[in-house]
């Protein structure tokens, strides 16, 4: 009689840690805002004016917004804006 012998390893779990999915995560240093409404521009999805200063309206960033608000944090005169 033959036995079949699981493997330990299975292809979705690498070494017994599944890979979780990492959300974008986006924060504005309000101490370092300088109000300029540009990451408003260029990425509406997620940033919005509150007095005087950009903040996040939504968290986590949804996937399909990923490349507007990274540009938006790129192009940051003053490196205002933190992606995690």
Do not use: W
């Amino acid at each position: 009689m033959v036995s079949v012998v699981e493997p330990l390893i299975r292809p979705d779990d690498t070494l017994g840690l599944i890979k979780e999915d990492k959300k974008m995560k986006a924060k504005v240093d309000s101490g370092l805002c300088i109000g300029c409404e540009l990451c408003v521009q260029t990425c509406p999805d997620i940033f919005v004016m509150k007095s005087d200063k950009a903040t996040v309206k939504i968290d986590p960033v949804p996937s399909q917004v990923e490349k507007s608000c990274q540009q938006a944090k790129d192009e940051c005169p003053v490196e205002a804006i933190i992606i995690e």
